[in-house]
């Protein structure tokens, strides 16, 4: 598969803006920078930030292990997405595939850049189905979207099918990993190399515990990243995120630690589950949160809403009538959460 064929011939022509801190970049100690028009009194965020996030960068290749040619950081996995609609789909003419029910925002993107869209829902065990899925793909097919372990539905799909789909679908495929530290399954980080098409996103926001500086990671070959790289924003990654996320996960452990103590919850929260009278199923989950079927979800809703407490009603998505998805808190939150489930 030739990957240049698939950018689109505005993105491939176009040539990315200079930054100041792009044509000078041998920092050293005791330079003077009057480059960029910044303010000369130091407080900590008086200067532009690095625009290639190198530092940054540096420390996830190493937890990662992966080049930092193979990484993007993008203004949380939503930009990540914005920047391959735009590098590969044309507006008004080429569509995307996606497996509902699924994460949201690849809907929103597409409606937003006037990209079509195909839905090939997934199978009653959330499974994707293959046949149809390809059958479903046409010439303008760009970006196939795999979000895997599953948003809303929680499981991993089969690596199998995966493969198949990576291999046989003509555009690029996007697998989204943003709950992939809470499964045992490979990330497909090691694939790239094998597979020219394929992108894997992840981010900080869920088990790197830093969804509030919007921190997300897009993987890929060097040639895909030199296109992105090429249409990001200049500066997406602003100074006080990456300060936080290098001295975060410079923290040894603190990630997989919490993990560890999330995945022992969320045992706990199913087990506890099984005894409220009014949940039917506890669909089984490699993330950290857990969808159930109940008797009335709109009506659970209200009712957990009126106590306080404030889940996801997923209850109008494909395949998940009456459900709800509860995200795995602190074992105190998770108590008042079973406790009220039970009273109500
Ligand atoms: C939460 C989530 C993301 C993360 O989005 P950010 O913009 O990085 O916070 C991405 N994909 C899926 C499927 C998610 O559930």
């Not at 190198?54 to 937890?63: F, Q």
């Not at 990456?242 to 040894?252: G, R, T, V």
């Given at each position: 598969?030739?990957?240049?064929?698939?950018?689109?011939?505005?993105?491939?022509?176009?040539?990315?803006?200079?930054?100041?801190?792009?044509?000078?970049?041998?920092?050293?100690?005791?330079?003077?920078?009057?480059d960029?028009n910044e303010?000369?009194?130091?407080?900590?965020v008086?200067?532009y930030?690095?625009?290639?996030?190198?530092?940054l960068k540096?420390?996830?290749s190493?937890?990662?292990g992966i080049?930092?040619?193979?990484?993007?950081l993008?203004?949380?996995?939503d930009?990540?997405?914005?920047?391959?609609?735009?590098a590969?789909c044309?507006?008004?003419q080429?569509?995307?595939?996606?497996?509902?029910?699924?994460?949201?925002?690849?809907e929103v993107?597409?409606?937003l850049?006037?990209?079509?869209?195909?839905?090939v829902?997934?199978?009653?065990?959330?499974?994707?189905k293959?046949?149809?899925?390809?059958?479903?793909?046409?010439?303008?097919?760009?970006?196939?979207?795999?979000?895997?372990p599953?948003?809303?539905?929680?499981?991993?799909?089969?690596?199998?099918?995966?493969?198949?789909?990576v291999?046989?679908?003509k555009?690029?495929?996007?697998i989204?990993?943003?709950?992939?530290?809470?499964?045992?399954?490979?990330?497909?980080?090691?694939?790239?190399d094998?597979?020219?098409?394929l992108?894997?996103?992840?981010?900080?926001?869920k088990?790197?515990a830093?969804?509030?500086?919007?921190?997300g990671?897009?993987?890929?070959?060097?040639?895909i990243?030199?296109?992105?790289?090429?249409i990001k924003?200049?500066?997406?990654?602003?100074?006080?995120?990456?300060?936080?996320?290098?001295?975060l996960?410079?923290?040894k452990n603190?990630?997989?630690?919490?993990?560890q103590?999330?995945?022992?919850?969320?045992?706990?929260m199913?087990?506890?589950l099984?005894s409220?009278?009014?949940?039917?199923?506890i669909y089984?989950?490699?993330?950290?949160f857990v969808?159930?079927?109940?008797?009335?979800a709109?009506?659970r809703?209200?009712?957990?809403?009126e106590?306080?407490?404030?889940i996801?009603?997923?209850?109008?998505?494909?395949?998940c009538?009456?459900?709800?998805r509860?995200?795995?808190?602190?074992?105190?939150?998770?108590k008042i959460?079973?406790?009220t489930?039970?009273?109500?």
């Amino acid at each position: 598969m030739n990957i240049q064929d698939l950018i689109r011939p505005t993105i491939k022509a176009l040539k990315a803006y200079s930054s100041a801190r792009d044509e000078f970049q041998g920092v050293t100690d005791n330079m003077v920078f009057l480059d960029a028009n910044e303010n000369p009194f130091e407080n900590g965020v008086n200067r532009y930030p690095d625009p290639h996030q190198r530092h940054l960068k540096t420390i996830l290749s190493e937890i990662k292990g992966i080049s930092t040619k193979n990484i993007l950081l993008g203004n949380g996995s939503d930009e990540v997405l914005d920047l391959i609609f735009r590098a590969f789909c044309e507006p008004n003419q080429d569509n995307i595939v996606i497996l509902p029910p699924t994460y949201g925002m690849y809907e929103v993107l597409a409606n937003l850049n006037a990209i079509g869209i195909k839905a090939v829902n997934l199978d009653d065990t959330f499974q994707p189905k293959v046949e149809a899925i390809l059958n479903a793909a046409d010439a303008n097919s760009k970006l196939l979207f795999i979000c895997s372990p599953n948003n809303p539905s929680g499981n991993s799909f089969d690596a199998k099918a995966m493969e198949t789909l990576v291999s046989e679908f003509k555009g690029i495929v996007v697998i989204d990993e943003a709950y992939i530290d809470f499964s045992n399954e490979a990330s497909w980080i090691s694939k790239l190399d094998t597979y020219p098409n394929l992108i894997v996103t992840q981010t900080l926001s869920k088990a790197y515990a830093m969804a509030g500086i919007r921190l997300g990671i897009c993987y890929a070959s060097a040639e895909i990243i030199t296109v992105l790289n090429t249409i990001k924003p200049p500066y997406n990654i602003n100074e006080l995120t990456q300060k936080k996320a290098i001295e975060l996960l410079n923290i040894k452990n603190l990630a997989k630690n919490q993990i560890q103590d999330i995945l022992k919850e969320r045992s706990l929260m199913i087990s506890q589950l099984e005894s409220v009278s009014f949940i039917s199923k506890i669909y089984p989950s490699d993330a950290n949160f857990v969808l159930v079927k109940v008797d009335d979800a709109t009506k659970r809703y209200n009712q957990l809403i009126e106590k306080g407490i404030v889940i996801r009603n997923r209850t109008t998505q494909p395949g998940c009538e009456n459900t709800l998805r509860l995200t795995v808190g602190t074992p105190q939150e998770n108590k008042i959460l079973i406790d009220t489930l039970k009273s109500i």
